[in-house]
């Protein structure tokens, strides 16, 4: 009783968070030591419960501090934290933590078990899953990632994208209300690309409040979301619709960002002197060339 | 100096007679001064394919030759009764045999690996790209010499050298991993996936630097599955699916076979597809002319203006 009391304490909403929100970031900043440059300075967020938002920023912009900070892998050096309106402590970091799955740009760097099934077992274990009926629930999730002939397999026998479905599926496994993918998708081939994002459109359909927050260097990819966030130099510099992201060419090849590939052609062929005119999608350029 | 490849098998777990190959009897020569990307789906034998170019995976079965440095792991047959079977005594010697100085071999083919920038540990730039030439025997000044030519290919000054590489950005740790190997001066450079991770800058700066390494007379031959890669900067694309080589062709050729494409899981880049569409549609483009959205603009030019 006095368990569940102290958990329910840990656990207490703080009534200025709106209640529709899932993460929200008060002034949060992060450095490795006292003196050195911010990796993420001063930054203030919302991201509402059942949102899809994609980060984007060029290497070092700050957006992986960010994922991990909202995992509670590093403590935060400034500002607050808040999971559906639970501030994160040092008390409550773990209870907190149980709704956060998050697969990792590196699959190395979070494989631990000496086997596929093993390392899918990890995190079951850690929510205390029935261990009966482990076994049933790995499966299912290693069929979702197409890796269930691979479940005796030790991690040196597989391939980078092999280990980033494994992580995949050891996040599934957990059903977490909060989904991080760090670049998910990278050591995949396209059509493997495209397979996680049927997985994770799949569970979003089963369960719209799952919030999501993709970092990704694909437009494409970003392009899917309701909302994208652009940081550079651990700050946001741009956070909108995809629509309204994206007209930003200017400003996103100066922080070394990608641009649409529509945009990209029509910046290249104006530069020609062949102006196709306004332009708001790929048919419509396409057709504007072959008029 | 070429590579060649003669029935190459690897299996991770030999003690499994059942377990898939990664592998699978594959030839292949990969001539002196090329540019060769390998591609095919997650487990299809890449990394693995490529860990054989510098002996850090002996073949299971076949033969490896690189310019004369020979891993011969041919099988051998004894003779019985019933005819020839496989030795099993004599293959498990061939395997335990370690192979002589197979550093000379790794002086020739630098490996790059997948996220090498994780395999930095010296406390500065300059002395983590020293480790290698130090490693292989150089005098500190031979190895420090080495290491400053590498770093300024790979564009890092000399304000770098006393930096410690942990506090660069993403890009420029990996550019310092590949200056760790390029100290070695390696005639062939073998890069695992070197591409991911990085945004579009730091693609096109790591991209630019290979272009600038393979016009100075080094091999590159690179594992990706960044298909914008491949179309731009290789001159032969070899696909593996299930640990064999299933195609054999240029990026130009491979992006135009559709029933070969429709069959796998490659899908070719943006650029290639949208220049097909105006093909489709009537545009008279030359797509050995197209790498990428600038050239594909300079050939819509090129049309239009024979068109007047």
């Known amino acids: 009783m006095r368990n569940k009391q102290k958990t329910e304490e840990l656990l207490k909403r703080d009534s200025r968070i ?159 209300n909060i989904m991080i993918l760090d670049e998910a998708g990278a050591m995949l081939d396209p059509k493997g690309k495209e397979q996680i994002r049927n997985i994770i459109r799949e569970k979003k359909k089963r369960n719209p409040e799952i919030t999501i927050l993709n970092i990704t260097h694909e437009i494409d990819e970003a392009y899917e979301a309701d909302r994208v966030i652009v940081l550079n130099d651990g700050k946001i510099v741009l956070d909108g619709t995809p629509d309204d992201v994206f007209t930003n060419d200017k400003l996103l090849l100066s922080m070394s960002l990608d641009i649409p590939f529509t945009h990209k052609l029509v910046a290249a062929l104006r530069k020609r002197g062949i102006d196709p005119g306004k332009i708001n999608s790929e048919q419509e350029l396409l057709e504007a060339l072959c008029r | 100096m070429p590579i060649v490849l003669e029935h190459v098998t690897y299996r991770y777990d030999v003690k499994k007679p059942e377990s898939r190959p990664a592998l699978l009897d594959v030839s292949a020569i990969l001539q002196d001064r090329s540019f060769t990307a390998l591609i095919g789906q997650t487990g299809s034998g890449k990394s693995t394919f490529i860990q054989h170019l510098n002996g850090l995976l002996l073949p299971t079965t076949g033969k490896i030759d690189v310019n004369g440095y020979l891993i011969d792991m041919s099988p051998v047959y004894k003779k019985t009764r019933h005819g020839e079977v496989l030795d099993d005594r004599a293959m498990k010697k061939k395997h335990k045999k370690k192979q002589k100085n197979i550093k000379d071999l790794r002086k020739k083919v630098g490996l790059v690996f997948q996220f090498p920038e994780y395999q930095i540990f010296e406390e500065t730039v300059l002395k983590d790209v020293c480790y290698g030439p130090k490693n292989f025997g150089k005098s500190q000044k031979e190895s420090e010499d080495a290491a400053k030519e590498a770093l300024t290919l790979v564009g890092l000054d000399e304000s770098f050298y006393n930096r410690s590489p942990f506090e660069l950005s993403g890009g420029e740790k990996r550019r310092v991993a590949i200056a760790g190997i390029l100290a070695l001066k390696p005639e062939i450079l073998v890069l695992d996936e070197p591409t991911v991770g990085l945004d579009a800058e730091g693609e096109k700066n790591l991209m630019g630097l290979l272009s600038t390494i393979y016009s100075k007379g080094t091999s590159i031959i690179l594992a990706t599955h960044n298909m914008d890669v491949v179309l731009k900067y290789a001159h032969r694309v070899l696909v593996l699916d299930k640990g064999r080589i299933v195609s054999d062709s240029t990026p130009l050729a491979l992006f135009q076979n559709e029933d070969f494409l429709k069959n796998s899981s490659l899908l070719p880049p943006h650029v290639f597809r949208f220049a097909m569409e105006l093909i489709k549609k009537g545009l008279k483009l030359d797509l050995a002319n197209i790498r990428d959205a600038d050239s594909l603009a300079d050939e819509i030019a090129r049309v239009k203006e024979s068109k007047q």
């Open chain 1, 18 to 176: 709106p209640e529709d929100s899932a993460v929200f970031l008060d002034r949060l900043s992060f450095s490795y030591e006292e003196d050195s440059a911010k990796l993420l300075d001063d930054v203030s967020l919302d991201i509402k419960k059942g949102q899809v938002v994609s980060v984007i920023g060029h290497n070092g912009a700050g957006k992986s501090t960010m994922a991990k900070l909202i995992d509670g892998i590093l403590e935060q050096t400034g500002g607050d934290l808040y999971l559906f309106g639970v501030r994160m402590t040092d008390q409550n970091a773990l209870l907190l933590r149980k709704d956060v799955g998050m697969v990792f740009q590196n699959p190395d760097s979070q494989f631990i078990g000496a086997t596929v099934k093993d390392d899918i077992a990890f995190g079951l274990e850690n929510l205390s899953v029935d261990p009966k009926k482990m076994d049933g629930i790995i499966l299912a999730c290693a069929k979702e990632v197409g890796m269930e002939d691979f479940l005796e397999r030790s991690p040196e026998t597989l391939s980078g994208g092999q280990k980033q479905r494994v992580a995949l599926a050891g996040m599934i496994a957990r059903h977490p």
